[in-house]
């Protein structure tokens, strides 16, 4: 970024004349619309974040309605195995015919196989949590930046303007005077 520091610029406006001046405001015009321009850039940007934005909350809401999802279906599984384990102590307590042991070891296997789908499933939310909390700590990263450097910006931008609003006072001045 070419700067014009304010005292060079006051130096040089004490001893210009008018023409010399028109070139220095020229000069701190093309800046700040270069500024301008940047800072557009910067909003655009910026709009494209929220975008972003948009889409990570409505990722969250769907991580959301699979960890609702997680949960019933983990309920489930704990009432039926409670069901095992009761089918399990009237084997032992009573015993029990070949159909009914049969039974069991189905209602067994497929709890233990609704165990591993669940474990696969609690797996998988947690790596979305966690993707999820990255893609939101980049998104905040971006804001951060995007935001800081907007910031500089649109100081430099006040900066440069309240420069050409001197010179501009000081043209003026000289004018008046007929210089």
Do not use: C
């Not at 070419?2 to 006051?10: I, K, V």
């Not at 279906?73 to 042991?101: F, H, K, N, S, T």
């Amino acid at each position: 970024m070419r700067a014009f520091p304010l005292l060079f610029l006051m130096a040089a406006a004490a001893v210009a004349q008018p023409a010399s001046l028109d070139r220095q405001i020229a000069i701190l015009d093309r800046e700040i619309a270069r500024l301008n321009a940047e800072l557009a850039t910067i909003q655009t940007d910026l709009s494209h974040v929220r975008a972003d934005e948009r889409d990570l909350d409505a990722d969250r809401e769907a991580f959301q309605d699979a960890i609702r999802d997680f949960e019933a279906d983990r309920r489930r599984y704990q009432i039926e195995a409670g069901r095992v384990e009761a089918m399990y102590e009237d084997l032992l307590r009573y015993g029990g015919d070949a159909r009914a042991r049969r039974a069991y070891d189905d209602a067994r296997y497929a709890l233990l196989d609704e165990a591993k789908r669940l474990e696969g499933e609690a797996r998988m939310l947690d790596e979305w949590n966690a993707d999820l909390n990255a893609g939101y700590r980049d998104h905040a990263g971006r804001v951060r930046e995007s935001a800081g450097w907007g910031q500089q910006l649109a100081e430099r931008r006040s900066d440069l303007r309240y420069e050409r609003e001197t010179l501009a006072a000081r043209r003026a001045r000289l004018a008046a005077r007929g210089r």
